[in-house]
């Protein structure tokens, strides 16, 4: 038994002997990949300076940087600085967004999703909490967070620095900060966009665009085109739309004193009652070159009156060569030069002159009831009329 007894101690003491030898050795250094004598890429090179993806023999990767490799590793359709956001330059080693990368960027010893507070999710590229809601004053100007510091948005903002100084390209022009954008006055410019009443946009849809073209700018400065701090049209004592009346009642354009336009609704030319092109013919149908009483344009658009298939001056022929008084097919009138014997140009001799133009002959059938208009002894059924001139005839039959 004391045998036993013995042998067991002499056990226990050497292995007490051989564990604490072990663990007082000293720790034998891991050879980083960059000089381990390892071709760890596989690209045919080995350790630093003969394997290129080696910064030093320090450096623990022979591969290329994640963010210079040609690959696609986090699967997200982009490849490499800058296609892909998640790199910060072409020497980060990981494509994957900060928190799911593997790695404690923010270094406050917790990694990623969940595990690091400031992780909102795994696709989340900042492992910081957001500086709006850090409980630091990241600027310096005195003010903490949200909504104490006025240059936060929200608690999610993750600058405190005005948008003119905080890195960020912030109105998506691909241009940062102050002086670079020309939307900054200054690094102090909490507003990268260029002022609405100088970007060349009809930021109200009213179809104004900048100052001093839109009203509702007071100058090129103007970031609002909306209306402000002004009278509507109808009542800001200005004739906006130069018809020689200013504002309501005085403006019919103007339905009450709020309305924001002088401008009456405008008609089209054919049903305006105005002779637009100056061609005698006033609006549809009186003017032929109307379509209808929607078209916005008198001018003539159509065929000739010689060659558009209509009988216009009615006299029974249509267009060149068939109407007589047609000079060719591009001659605008089918109505004929008005002459002694066709006073009103139709066409229709309503001659009653032989054998000249001061003997009256007998009357011809187009006027068969000049008797009717003409008081005996002038005219009569089968009289004739003698010394009457051509002007005198035209007169008394009103043509």
């Known amino acids: 038994m004391r045998k036993k007894l013995l042998l067991l101690l002499l056990v226990l003491v050497t292995f007490t002997f051989v564990i604490g030898t072990v663990a007082s050795a000293p720790a034998q250094d891991v050879p980083r990949e960059c ?3 390892i071709d760890n890429d596989g690209d045919g090179r080995t350790d630093h300076p003969d394997d290129p993806d080696c910064d030093n023999d320090d450096d623990d990767s022979e591969r290329e940087a994640q963010c210079d490799d040609g690959i696609d590793n986090d699967g997200d359709g982009d490849t490499d600085f800058p296609d892909d956001e998640n790199c910060k330059d072409d020497d980060d080693n990981s494509e994957a967004p900060a928190c799911r990368d593997g790695e404690d960027n923010d270094g406050d010893d917790r990694r990623d999703f969940p595990e690091d507070p400031g992780c909102e999710d795994d696709d989340d590229d900042d492992e910081r909490e957001p500086q709006c809601d850090d409980g630091i ?3 310096g100007d005195g003010d903490t967070d949200f909504p104490a510091d006025e240059n936060c948005k929200d608690d999610d903002d993750n600058s405190e620095a005005p948008a003119c100084r905080d890195g ?4 998506g022009d691909d241009r940062r900060d102050f002086p670079e954008d020309p939307g900054c006055e200054d690094d102090d410019d909490d507003d990268e966009r260029e002022p609405q009443c100088d970007d060349g946009i009809d930021n109200d849809g009213d179809g104004l665009t900048d100052f001093p073209n839109d009203p509702d700018c007071t100058d090129d400065d103007d970031n609002s085109e909306a209306p402000h701090n002004r009278n509507p049209e109808c009542s800001d004592g200005i004739d906006n739309d130069g018809d020689g009346q200013t504002d309501f009642p005085n403006d019919p354009d103007c339905d009450d004193a709020d309305d924001d336009s002088e401008a009456g609704v405008v008609e089209p030319e054919c049903s305006d009652g105005i002779d637009n092109d100056g061609d005698g013919q006033t609006d549809f149908p009186n003017d032929p070159d109307c379509d209808d009483a929607n078209d916005d344009t008198e001018l003539g658009g159509g065929d000739p009156e010689c060659s558009d298939g209509v009988d216009n001056d009615g006299d029974g022929f249509t267009d060149f060569p068939d109407d007589p008084d047609c000079d060719d097919a591009n001659d605008d009138t089918e109505a004929g030069p ?7 140009g139709d066409g229709v001799d309503h001659s009653a002159f032989a054998p000249d133009a001061n003997e009256i002959g007998p009357l011809s059938a187009p006027i068969h009831d000049l008797d009717q208009a003409l008081p005996s002894p002038v005219g ?4 004739v009329v003698t010394e009457v001139n051509c002007a005198v005839v035209a007169g008394i039959l009103g043509l």
Do not use: F, M
């Not at 960020?168 to 109105?171: A, F, M, P």
């Not at 009569?380 to 009289?383: K, V």
């Open 35 to 37: 000089s381990d004598g």
């Open 137 to 139: 004053d990241n600027d």
């Open 168 to 171: 960020e390209d912030n109105d």
């Open 338 to 344: 008005v002459t002694c014997g066709d006073p009103d």
């Open 380 to 383: 009569g059924d089968q009289g």
